[in-house]
């Protein structure tokens, strides 16, 4: 799970207006003659409409586009990876906060919006040179894991043993050289979403977020900058993509979910 922010067109949004009242009413009816007639009542509901994917025009191949943006929860997340590495708070949030409240859901962005939405692209952009600019240091705590006993290490395990382990989970998962922030845990370790190398600077002994102790791991993450600063660039086309659909049919509608 993580946050997903996504921008909706002027249509759609009064599309999905129309299929959640028709939904509600749905619900709320309970005389329903027959089953039969209930089942046709929910397929005839006026259709939801999901946003349309716009992809990027730097970076088409991106899991962001101009109309979708993700953040998720884990550590390589834009809003945990970002404020790690510039030593700032420059998450989506941050950069989204001339347009939203902290607590808005679903922003409408009329004509009035588009110079806060031009004060954000421009937070997205200074985030561009900070990420370019910084030495992109990160941590990486590490404890004991939970799971299955039968699914942990019985006892510690050789050097040999930790590889083919490695190897296994690599292969299993079918890892790509290209990417970053697939990474996963399980009860034997936590498997890195990326395959290029991972600069270690330091150890030490710290605690994890449930405070156990951990191990605590200090790398230098190139890669996953790299990938941050298209992200970025990409927050700045969101805006334009806000604006243009502005200019075009008068509004359109900025939901936050997650």
Request: hydrophobic share 35%; with cysteine; glycine share 6%.
């Amino acid at each position: 799970m993580g946050l997903d922010i996504y921008l909706y067109t002027r249509d759609q949004h009064l599309a999905n207006e129309r299929h959640d009242e028709a939904l509600e009413a749905f619900y709320e009816r309970e005389d329903w003659p027959s089953e039969e007639e209930r089942e046709a009542a929910l397929d005839a509901l006026p259709p939801y409409a999901t946003y349309t994917k716009v992809p990027s025009e730097k970076h088409p191949d991106h899991y962001f586009d101009r109309r979708y943006l993700r953040s998720s929860y884990n550590g390589s997340g834009f809003n945990r990876a970002v404020p790690e590495m510039v030593g700032e708070e420059h998450g989506l949030d941050w950069i989204f906060e001339p347009v939203r409240s902290e607590d808005d859901y679903e922003t409408v962005l009329t004509e009035s919006c588009i110079w806060s939405l031009g004060k954000a692209k421009e937070r997205a952009l200074q985030v561009v040179e900070e990420l370019r600019g910084c030495d992109p240091l990160r941590t990486l705590a590490e404890s004991a894991l939970f799971g299955p006993p039968e699914h942990m290490w019985s006892q510690p395990p050789t050097q040999e043993q930790v590889l083919d382990w490695y190897r296994s989970e690599k292969e299993k998962n079918g890892q790509r050289d290209d990417t970053w922030g697939e990474g996963y845990s399980n009860a034997k370790g936590t498997v890195l979403g990326f395959t290029k190398g991972l600069e270690v600077l330091a150890v030490t002994l710290g605690r994890d977020v449930l405070g156990r102790p951990a191990a605590v791991v200090v790398f230098r993450a190139n890669e996953q900058r790299d990938y941050l600063v298209q992200s970025a660039e990409i927050v700045a086309e969101f805006c334009d993509e806000a604006i243009s659909l502005i200019k075009a049919d008068g509004k359109c509608y900025m939901h936050w979910s997650g």
